[in-house]
């Protein structure tokens, strides 16, 4: 009997585990989905940063915040997920997988971890885990950037001399501008490797050109205070801008003893590179950003159009001392007249009363228009900072077209562009004028008519031989053109004083805020920037 009592007792339990191992059997078999499945859910949830998602594919509740602790915290921008091959032991499962972050401004950054799952409630859930997200991270733990940033590139001019030392002219500190620390929305556009309070470009080509100054910064990604990957940085590119210090510092000679604001911008006429923007007074930097009308030394574009509609510079004009055009009463300076005179002759007078009446009969608003725009008018500036572009609005009538062909109306320019211009009548190309050679450009090169520029060179000349500039004292071989652009409501108008010109490869414009007569005031600081510059290509 008590053998058989044991043997009862062994058999009853065999019973017992067969029964386990059934009922075991039969909980797995009918459990949905796979582990795969569930796994690829929450990844798919993961790389589009939808917790609600994830959260619905774990086995038990659980905070999900270290997921968007780590977008905000690195900066990322996006999340690539690739799941491997499942294991499946005993109810449990492990599916490995790799992560891609691509992070803002650092690059990407790829680990390898593991989601685990298991059964619950009939299910394939993910046993969920800090290192569920990344396998150094613990309960609690955090994601954090350690950086630490090169020495800042350097600004210079077209000769390798820094001009960000802050020892430099006041004008030249306004294109280069400062440095201030970073605000929280500086961070937002520039990314989180900087950091609120962290010294960045504020103004001027130092802002402008803040990711290629400052370079990046070698960055630690940190998880709960361990590093575990090291992002190498790289060292700031210097800028060097087209200023010609001698070019400028015979600029600033020439205008800074100028009692009323003046500016005076250079440019190379076969390149359109930037060789010196002065202003002689502080604040409103009006050489990129003045919005002046270009009286007479508009006549240039003027002329341009009436050249290629086959006006010649020999050809019998009038300049009488009124003419009236759509209801305009036109006058000449001091209300002079000069009779019947070649075009040239005109030009080098500066007669109001024959180039209104011409543009009316050979150009009209469209063909005005087209010169204009041919010179740069209505084309963006993009020099690396802040500069107005020349507006030249279509005439809307025969008054209106009479006044802007000689620089009157609602055209507006700046010295920078009408430096421009000179340089483009000069080279017989107009190209976008240029601050930093590498900067991308949003206009294109333009090629002014055929034959126009030499008849042009020839007017020009002649306005400083015997015309408005003869008094000026301007270098044999100058051309240029005077201009008094009037301004103001009332019987009596101010007048700003303007003169472009061009010397061998230089190119220039000078303004003088409420200066009156181009050729009395603005011409002869033109004859100073020469005389201070002389051959400065031969030193």
């Known amino acids: 009997m008590p053998r058989g009592r044991t043997i009862a007792i062994v058999s009853g339990a065999t019973v017992l585990v067969l029964a386990a191992a059934g009922g075991g059997a039969y909980y797995l078999l009918h459990t949905r989905g796979t582990p795969a499945e569930t ?33 905000t915290a690195l900066g990322v921008e996006s999340t690539t997920v690739r799941l491997g091959r499942p294991a499946e032991t005993d109810g449990r499962a492990t599916v490995p997988y790799t992560a891609t972050h691509r992070l803002k401004d650092l690059g990407e950054w790829t680990y390898e971890g593991v989601i685990d799952l298991k059964v619950a409630e009939r299910h394939w859930k993910v046993d969920w885990s800090p290192k569920t997200l990344h396998p150094s991270l613990a309960a609690g733990a955090t994601f954090a950037l350690k950086t630490k940033w090169p020495d800042r590139a350097e600004i210079t001019d077209a000769s390798g001399g820094r001009i960000d030392t802050g020892d430099v002219g006041g004008s030249v500190q306004q294109l280069v501008g400062y440095l201030d620390k970073a605000t929280k929305k500086d961070v937002e556009k520039l990314g989180t490797a900087y950091k609120v309070g962290q010294t960045i470009g504020a103004s001027g080509l130092q802002a402008t050109f803040q990711k290629r100054l400052a370079g990046t910064p070698t960055t630690e990604i940190q998880a709960g205070g361990k590093t575990v990957k090291t992002i ?17 510092k015979a600029a600033v000679a020439a205008i800074k003893d100028v009692e009323k604001p003046a500016s005076l911008v250079a440019i190379e006429a076969g390149s359109g590179e930037i060789l010196s923007v002065v202003n002689n007074k502080g604040g409103f930097n009006r050489a990129l950003d003045g919005r002046y009308p270009p009286g007479s030394t508009f006549k240039a574009v003027t002329a341009i159009g009436l050249l290629a509609e086959g006006i010649t510079p020999k050809q019998a004009v009038t300049c009488p001392k009124y003419v009236t055009i759509g209801g305009l009463r036109i006058r000449n300076s001091d209300e002079s007249s000069f009779g019947s005179v070649s075009f040239q002759d005109s030009f080098a007078y500066s007669c109001n009363t024959t180039f209104a009446p011409l543009a009316k009969q050979h150009l009209g608003a469209d063909k005005l228009l087209s010169a204009a725009e041919s010179v740069g008018f209505n084309q963006p500036l993009t020099i690396g900072v802040p500069a107005t572009k020349p507006s030249f609005p279509k005439a809307e009538s025969d008054a209106e077209l009479a006044a802007e062909s ?29 601050l930093v050679p590498d900067h991308e450009q949003k206009a294109t090169e333009k090629e002014l008519p055929d034959g126009v520029t030499a008849e042009l060179h020839a007017m020009m000349a002649a306005v400083v031989t015997k015309g408005t500039a003869k008094a000026a004292g301007l270098p044999s071989g100058t051309r240029g053109k005077t201009g008094t652009a009037e301004y103001g409501t009332g019987p009596k108008l101010e007048s700003h004083a303007w003169f472009i010109g ?31 510059l002389g051959d400065y290509r031969s030193e």
């Open 406 to 434: 000689f620089g009157q109306g609602r055209i507006t320019a700046s010295p920078l562009s009408m430096a421009s211009v000179t340089a483009a009548i000069a080279d017989g190309t107009w190209r976008p004028p240029t």
């Open 502 to 532: 061009f010397k061998d490869d230089v190119a220039f414009a000078v303004v003088v805020e409420g200066g009156g007569g181009g050729g009395k005031v603005a011409a002869p600081i033109g004859a100073d920037f020469l005389r201070e």
């Open 232 to 248: 190498e940085g790289a060292e700031g590119e210097s800028l060097r801008t087209t200023l010609d210090p001698r070019v400028q």
């Open 39 to 71: 796994a690829q859910r929450f990844a798919a949830a993961w790389q589009a940063g939808d917790q609600a998602k994830m959260s619905a594919e774990l086995a038990t509740p659980a905070s999900l915040a270290p997921y968007g602790q780590l977008r």
